[in-house]
C-alpha cells in the first residue's frame, strides 16, 4: 500500500548554532502522520495527523554522511521519499569530542552517556556519547562555574542545569526546547541554588539550596559575627510556588560548624564559613528524600513530611561500615536503589583513589555493608566532584570528575566502557537509555469478533496505522466476508509490522417476533431482552411479552460466544390490542410466606392500599418514585385485599398469606 501520500515541498536545514541538528519541513497530501529515517535503524519520534510537517533530527554525528529518508503514513497507507543526502559539519573547536583512551566492550551496546565538559578554553557545555565513544549530541550550558555548579539528567528524559546565577534553574529536553525555567529570587530568604536538582515522584522541581545565617561563634572560639553556610532544599510546584522547604540549621546546631573552605565567600561575604557543603540531593525508592554533606563526611535521609533527620550513613553517622575500610569521605553522589540499598561516590575515603561503591544497609542491626566496588583498579582519584550510579541491569557508571574519565563496569565488576578526556573535569555522567523514546511493541486489543459486526478499524495500543489481509476494505475490517474461525491481519505503524490472530464468532439467527393475543413471542434461542422503542424493558427477557403499549418492538438474542443480534421492528399501533388496565395487576406469588410483588406491567401505580378481609385499613402505601413494581413483606398469616390505585381507577386482589 505505497504511494497514495505524496510528500512535497521538502525542506531540510542545519539547525543554526548546532552542526548536529537538522529541521525537516514538508508537506503531505492528506492528514497523515510522519517520520525520518536517517540512519540504519535510527527514526526521529512520530508526529500527530497534520498536513505541514516539521521534524528535528538529533543523534547525528559530525563530519558524516547521511540519508534521510521521509514517511507518512494514516489508516489507508503509506508513502517515502526518495533519499536526500546529509552531510554534518565539523565539531564548533570549543566542543570536546576527542579523547585520550576510548574503549567499548560488546555488551555496551544500548544507550548513550551524557556528560558534561569544564576546562580551559573550551564553553559550559553538554555532550552526549554513543557506545563507540562518538559525541551524537551537544549543547551549550549557562553555567557559570563554582559556585553555581550543578546538573541532573530527570526521570523525564531532560536535563536540568544551573542557568547563569545562584537563582534559576533551566529543564531542557535533547530537541533544544525550555520546558521550565524558574528563578527563586523573589522566594524570602538569601538560598543559592547550587550542585543538584531533580524533579520528584509528583513531578515537583526539587532544589539543593545553601543559605547563609549570622551564627555567635564567640562561646565555641569562633567569630561573634560568623556568616555559617548550611544547606537544605526548596520544593517548587510547577507553577513555582513553594510546596515545601528544609534547612539543616533546624536539626543540627550550627555552633558544631568547621569552616570547610572560602567556595561560598563571593555569595555570603568574606569571610563564610562552608558549614556542610551538601553536593547531592534525591528520592529515595520509597519518596523520602536522600542528601550527601560533602564537608561532614555523611549522607542523611530526610522524612518528606516531618523534615525528620531518619538516619545518616558515614562519619559519626547511625551505621557501622562492614568492612571499616569501606568508610567513605568527602563523596559526591549519593542515591537510593531501592531495597535499602545506595550507591556513593567516594572520593577521598581510600586516601590514593576514588571509588564507585553500593552499600545495603540493616537498620535493625545498625550495619551498613558493602555489596559492590567500582575502583577504577584503584588508579583514578579526584578529590572533588564525580557520580556514581547503578542501572537496572547492574551496570556501574562513574564520572572521576578531575581525572576526566568515565567508566562504566557490568555487574562482576569488569570494564565495559571508559572514555578517559585527560585535563577535561567531568562534573557528573549518566547513562541516557534514549533520545526518541521506543515505540512498545504493536498489540492488537480487538481478537475475539462477531461475524455480524458492522466495518470497523480494529483497536490497537498505536493507533493510526493501516491494516492489510483478508477481510480488510478500504482500512477497515469487514467481519462478514470472513467465516467463523482463526484469521490473520497485519497491522503497520510507523516502521513497525507486525501480524496478529484474531477469532471470528458466528452470530446468532436473526430473530423472528411473531403476535399470539394480548402477547408477542420469538423462536430464537439464547438469552433474550426484549425492547420497546428501542428502551429496554426491564425484567423482560423470556421468549414471551406481554402487549402493554403500542409502539415499536424488538428483541435481541445471545449466543453462547457472546455475540448478539437484535431483531426487526414488530410494530403495535392497534389500542385494541393492548392489555386492559384490570388484566395488567398481578400479585406473586399468591398465596404467599409474607412476601411478594405487585405490579402494574408497565403503568406507574400511586398508591396501595392493604385491608384486612373485614375491610379493616392495615397498611398504605405511596412508592417514593414512578414504579410499576413494588415489593411488599412482613405480612402476618390470614386474608388480605390489596387495592393498586392508577389515576382514577381502584383496582382490587386478594391476597393469601400462610
Request: charged share 20%; aromatic share 10%; with cysteine.
Amino acid at each position: 500500500m505505497l504511494g497514495q501520500i505524496e510528500i512535497s515541498n521538502i525542506d531540510i536545514q542545519q539547525v543554526a548554532g548546532n552542526v548536529l541538528r537538522y529541521q525537516v519541513r514538508f508537506t503531505t497530501s492528506e492528514l497523515s502522520q510522519s517520520y525520518v529515517e536517517y540512519g540504519t535503524q535510527q527514526f526521529t519520534s512520530i508526529s500527530a495527523p497534520q498536513l505541514e510537517h516539521e521534524l528535528l533530527v538529533i543523534g547525528l554525528r559530525a563530519d558524516t554522511n547521511y540519508e534521510f529518508i521521509l514517511h507518512a503514513f494514516n489508516t489507508k497507507g503509506e508513502s517515502e521519499s526518495l533519499s536526500y543526502p546529509v552531510s554534518t559539519s565539523t565539531i564548533p573547536s570549543d566542543i570536546v569530542a576527542a579523547a585520550d583512551t576510548l574503549y567499548n566492550d560488546t555488551s555496551a551496546t544500548n544507550g548513550y552517556i551524557l556528560t558534561d565538559a569544564r576546562g580551559p578554553n573550551i564553553a559550559s557545555q553538554m555532550r552526549l556519547f554513543d557506545r563507540a565513544g562518538r559525541l551524537i549530541w551537544y549543547d551549550y550550558t549557562k553555567e557559570v562555574g563554582s559556585p553555581c555548579l550543578g546538573n541532573n539528567y530527570s526521570n523525564r528524559n531532560t536535563i536540568l542545569e544551573i542557568y547563569g546565577d545562584c537563582q534559576t534553574i533551566i529543564e531542557l529536553n535533547f530537541f533544544g526546547d525550555t520546558i521550565q525555567k524558574v528563578n527563586i529570587s523573589a522566594i524570602p530568604g538569601n538560598f543559592q541554588i547550587h550542585h543538584d536538582m531533580y524533579i520528584n515522584d509528583v513531578g515537583n522541581l526539587v532544589l539543593l539550596v545553601a543559605e547563609g545565617r549570622a551564627v555567635d561563634k564567640s562561646m565555641v572560639g569562633g567569630r561573634a559575627d560568623a556568616i555559617v553556610v548550611g544547606d537544605g532544599y526548596l520544593e517548587l510546584s510547577p507553577s513555582g510556588e513553594v510546596v515545601s522547604s528544609w534547612s539543616i540549621f533546624d536539626h543540627i546546631d550550627p555552633l558544631t560548624s568547621r569552616d570547610a573552605g572560602s567556595f561560598w565567600d563571593q555569595k555570603f561575604g568574606e569571610p563564610a564559613e562552608d558549614w556542610t557543603h551538601a553536593n547531592s540531593l534525591s528520592q529515595d525508592a520509597d519518596g523520602h528524600y536522600l542528601m550527601s554533606l560533602n564537608a561532614l563526611d555523611k549522607a542523611i535521609k530526610i522524612h518528606r513530611e516531618t523534615g525528620e533527620i531518619m538516619w545518616s550513613l558515614g562519619r559519626d553517622g547511625d551505621f557501622s561500615i562492614d568492612p571499616p575500610d569501606a568508610a567513605f569521605s568527602n563523596q559526591h553522589t549519593f542515591w537510593g536503589l531501592g531495597n535499602n540499598r545506595y550507591t556513593v561516590f567516594d572520593n577521598q575515603g581510600a586516601g590514593s583513589f576514588s571509588r564507585g561503591m553500593e552499600f545495603e544497609l540493616d537498620e535493625e542491626a545498625g550495619v551498613a555493608k558493602l555489596v559492590f566496588i567500582q575502583d577504577a583498579d584503584s588508579t583514578l582519584s579526584t578529590g572533588i566532584v564525580g557520580s556514581t550510579y547503578r542501572y537496572d541491569n547492574g551496570n556501574m557508571l562513574s564520572s572521576f570528575g578531575r581525572a576526566g574519565a568515565i567508566q562504566e563496569v557490568d555487574s562482576t565488576g569488569k570494564v565495559i566502557w571508559y572514555r578517559n578526556e585527560g585535563t577535561i573535569l567531568n562534573y557528573r555522567s549518566y547513562f541516557v537509555p534514549y533520545l526518541y523514546a521506543p515505540l512498545p511493541a504493536l498489540q492488537l486489543i480487538d481478537t475475539l469478533i462477531c461475524q455480524n459486526e458492522s466495518p470497523f478499524v480494529p483497536k490497537t495500543n498505536l493507533s493510526g496505522g493501516y491494516f492489510e489481509g483478508v477481510g480488510i476494505v478500504e482500512g477497515s475490517l469487514v467481519p462478514a466476508d470472513l467465516a467463523p474461525g482463526i484469521h490473520e491481519i497485519i497491522y503497520h505503524y510507523a516502521h513497525l509490522r507486525d501480524t496478529f490472530s484474531f477469532r471470528i464468532k458466528e452470530a446468532p439467527t436473526l430473530p423472528s417476533i411473531q403476535q399470539a393475543g394480548t402477547h408477542l413471542r420469538t423462536d430464537a434461542v439464547g438469552d433474550l431482552q426484549w425492547f420497546l422503542d428501542g428502551l429496554m424493558i426491564e425484567g423482560a427477557t423470556a421468549d414471551s411479552l406481554l402487549i402493554a403499549d403500542n409502539g415499536d418492538y424488538q428483541v435481541r438474542v445471545t449466543n453462547e460466544s457472546g455475540c448478539d443480534v437484535l431483531s426487526n421492528v414488530f410494530s403495535i399501533q392497534v389500542s385494541s390490542t393492548i392489555v386492559p388496565l384490570e388484566e395488567r395487576i398481578s400479585i406473586f406469588p399468591n398465596p404467599s410466606l409474607g412476601a411478594c410483588w405487585i405490579s402494574a406491567a408497565g403503568v406507574t401505580i400511586e398508591r396501595i392500599e392493604i385491608s384486612a378481609i373485614t375491610g379493616q385499613r392495615m397498611r398504605t402505601i405511596h412508592p417514593s418514585t414512578h414504579q410499576d413494581r413494588f415489593y411488599l413483606e412482613g405480612l402476618q398469616a390470614g386474608v388480605y385485599w390489596v387495592t393498586v390505585v392508577i389515576g382514577p381507577q381502584r383496582i382490587g386482589r386478594k391476597l393469601i398469606v400462610f
